[in-house]
């Protein structure tokens, strides 16, 4: 396997643009976990949050021979980081799949955490700090109320407003998958007595899975989720207005027609602003390949159009459209894709401005080499104010096809409207040496922050980065040592 020279750190970190290193040295790329013990051992499945200046990653990782959990942040977003990680799982038994959401100094992550039962089934575990990541709880908390251990608890997702936090997953204590979530209204200190189921159809009848979800800082929590009820995959959302105490009602089917299941209807994403709620995801309806459609609620989630609309505009169901994202400023929405249509992967944006009913105009096409020449994939999206920030990975520089890629990004300050007319890089090291996966981006003061699992050293690290809004990183080969 090709991987970059295992250099000095200081002088590892660096990027590629065509400009010449007597003009500029490299950008500086900041490896953020303190794994030294072995080179084989996995940092992975980041997961970061960005709140007041506070940068914080937790990710899974075996330096310990059990997986478990690690944390690090940094206070100057993303220029020094905790000289030490901090292990937050503290179990024997592996721990796995975090996530983590940041409401200021307040950090809550949770994850997958198999100490409970003697058959390793795993349950969902929070553990909290109030000081931007410097302390946390003597000991984790299991949220998730089985306590024996007895049901595999899967896929936990948390987001944070204020001092509310709220946890959704799924798990078979009574026989299929069925969604759950947790809540605390004190910042971590006290949780629902128990979990709130969220499916409304019999419990343990049908597989939900893959929950996401979004909050406000009134307890009103909207969870959507993919659901087999019918057959084929439907995707469902159901939303609480007492701070996930409740989710009264039935829930609802967002992907429309008068059957369900009969198309597949996969990974939805959601977004909320104010009153309104976005659910986006791909399905086959069209076709024997995907297209991205969505569901849009301008009640909070109370109620929900009989149809969805679709978002991408080339010929329905001929070419892949899949992994949307969507996040959205009031009535202005954005989602982000990876589409086919010109062979290979590229990644396309999409806006309507008025909560997603219309959607004018054209696509852009936001990766600018060749259309379609190389895999542009798994867009993340990111919208503050006017600024629109999208980052994917790029497999343009893999000339050996061994599967390595580059993460790029482009970005807007216009609310989508224009956008940089070349991508920018965001790692710094050799151009395709190594893969660049799981990217978490983020916008402090002018700067694109970044974070992803990288392999240059041939095992799974996590590295950082921060660019200036417009900036790429520029690499600079190591000179070579002189003939004697």
Known sequence: MRVAPPLLLASLLAACTGESAEDEGPTQDVKVDHNLKDAAIESIVPRSCFADGHLAVAWQDDRDEAPAIWFNASGDQGATWMTADVPLSLGEAGAYAPDIACAGERMYVVWEDERDGDLRYRNIYVNVSADGGRSWLAEPLQIDGDLEGEAMSLAPRVVAVGDQAYVAWFDNRDGAYDIYVQATADGGATWLEAPTRVDTDPAGDAYSAWPRLAANEDGRVVVAWEDSRAGGSDIYANVSTDGGVTFAGDDARLDGGDDGGVHDSFLPSLAMAGDHVYVVWHDERNGDERDVFMSASSDG?????????????????????????????????????????????????????????????????????????????????????????????????????????????????????????????????????????????HLGDDAVLAVWGDGRFGSSDIFAASRTLGEQSRYVPPEEPAEP
């Open 301 to 441: 989630g109370a109620s929900w159009p009989d149809e969805p609309k679709r978002v991408d505009s080339d010929a329905a169901g001929k070419f892949a459209s899949i992994n949307p994202v969507v996040a959205a400023v009031g009535d202005r929405v954005h989602v982000v894709w990876q589409d086919a249509r010109a062979g290979g992967y590229d990644i396309y944006h999409r806006f309507s401005r008025d909560g997603g009913q219309e959607w004018g105009g054209e696509e852009r096409r936001l990766d600018t080499d060749a259309g379609g020449e190389s895999q542009s994939f798994t867009p993340v999206l990111l919208v503050e104010g006017d600024t629109v920030l999208v980052g994917w990975g790029d497999g343009r520089a893999d000339g050996e096809e061994v599967g390595f890629n580059d993460l790029f990004y482009n970005y807007s300050e216009n609310g989508g409207q224009d956008w940089s007319a070349d991508d920018l890089r965001l790692n710094s090291n050799e151009p395709g040496s190594a893969y660049a996966v799981d990217l978490g981006i």
